[in-house]
């Protein structure tokens, strides 16, 4: 696991796994601080697949949120999505490990975060813990995945902390495609899974989750709180981008 520093390679590609049916609200964000321009984000919460502890699958569910948004394209026209996972606290736990099952995702192209948050792809283990066992049934086309850097909890997403993973997307799929297939039944072909594996409880235990579907509410977002630099607030610029599908569009 490397990390810090830019770096480029091809996507990364393998197979396996599904589950997930829940609530999902829609953001309008502000593009800037003039508030000309606004953009729409689909905010997903989590639910708890292994609750080794009610405590700590309550906390979790409470306070980890995974807010999906446009943007922009490649310079070859791809449409890119972001990815971006908040822990808004204030109880101790810490996203270490994050996947994504299936959909219209081709590889990702970036990872960015909040200072404190040093993420890389190809997360170890594999699978996320709980998910494939529980239903070994199932069979993916496409895994994705990114593990915080040793020490593996302080470089984790504590709270008040964020990362965004940027995704370049299949052929024409647009933003719709995905949250779509977010929404999708666990055994449809196309569904996209989130999920996360959360260590550092009080208790020193950890979850698996993944993320909740359903239905939306749009909320309006203060333009100060948007502007690039983040959904919880104003929490100081992200520690630096990885590039890991191309360069700076």
Not at 128 to 143: C, E, I, K, M
């Amino acid at each position: 696991m490397a990390s810090g520093h830019s770096m480029e390679h091809e996507s990364i590609g393998a197979a396996r796994m599904a589950r997930g049916t829940g609530l999902a609200m829609v953001l309008v964000l502000s593009a800037g601080a003039g508030g000309a321009s606004a953009e729409t984000a689909y905010c997903y919460q989590f639910r708890s697949i292994t609750n080794n502890s009610a405590v700590d699958s309550a906390t979790g569910q409470h306070q980890l949120r995974m807010f999906v948004s446009p943007a922009g394209q490649t310079a070859t026209g791809s449409n890119l999505v972001d990815f971006r996972f908040e822990n808004i606290g204030p109880d101790p736990c810490a996203i270490t490990d994050i996947y994504f099952y299936d959909g219209w995702l081709l590889g990702i192209w970036q990872i960015d975060s909040s200072a404190g948050v040093t993420f890389d792809d190809n997360a170890k283990p594999e699978w996320l813990a709980g998910y494939r066992g529980g239903d070994p049934s199932q069979v993916f086309s496409n895994l994705f995945s990114a593990d915080s850097n040793s020490a593996v909890q302080l470089n984790g997403v504590n709270p008040g902390e964020w990362l965004n993973i940027r995704f370049e997307l299949k052929g024409p799929a647009t933003i719709a495609n995905v949250i779509s297939d977010l929404a999708k039944p666990p055994r449809d072909f196309y569904r996209l899974v989130v999920g996360l594996h959360v260590q550092g409880f009080a208790d020193g235990g950890s979850e698996s989750f993944v993320h909740d579907q359903a239905g939306a509410v749009v909320v309006p977002v203060p333009p100060a709180i948007w502007g690039g630099v983040g959904l919880m607030g104003v929490l100081g610029l992200g520690q630096g981008i990885r590039w890991l599908r191309g360069r700076e569009i």
